[in-house]
Nanobody, 125 residues
Framework: QVQLAESGGGLVQDGGSLRLSCVVS????????IAWFRQSPGKERDFVSG???????FYGDFMKGRFSISRDSAKNTVYLQMNNLKPDDTAVYYC???????????????????WGQGTPVTVST
């Protein structure tokens, strides 16, 4: 079974930066599309960014160039660099591995069968 572990969340001021990490425990990153989702209290879990098994990157509309996803295949780790953070970015951030109808890439939450435990990000004013 694939296991994912996020880290790097925390408290940051408006305009600050954080880099989240997602370590995938089984297989290689070339076997899975990996995505980041986020969920704020009382809201649905939304797609943030993803990287396909072939290395192509995808972003949610609200990113507007502030976030960047990358991977280190040697470390089986996917990173999410988040710059110019805003209070609206406050959420728990989850990484997930696609298991259904993945094709090149999908941002559909229900296609992701393996999830990490999440890492909280709080952006203060």
């Amino acid at each position: 079974q694939v296991q994912l572990a996020e880290s790097g969340g925390g408290l940051v001021q408006d305009g600050g930066s954080l880099r989240l990490s997602c370590v995938v425990s089984v297989g290689t990153l070339r076997s899975y599309s990996i995505a980041w989702f986020r969920q704020s209290p009382g809201k649905e879990r939304d797609f943030v960014s993803g990287i396909s098994f072939s290395g192509n990157t995808f972003y949610g509309d609200f990113m507007k160039g502030r976030f960047s996803i990358s991977r280190d295949s040697a470390k089986n780790t996917v990173y999410l660099q988040m710059n110019n953070l805003k209070p609206d970015d406050t959420a728990v951030y989850y990484c997930a591995a696609c298991t259904t109808d993945c094709h090149e890439f999908t941002a559909v939450l229900t296609n992701y069968g393996y999830w990490g435990q999440g890492t909280p990000v709080t952006v203060s004013t």
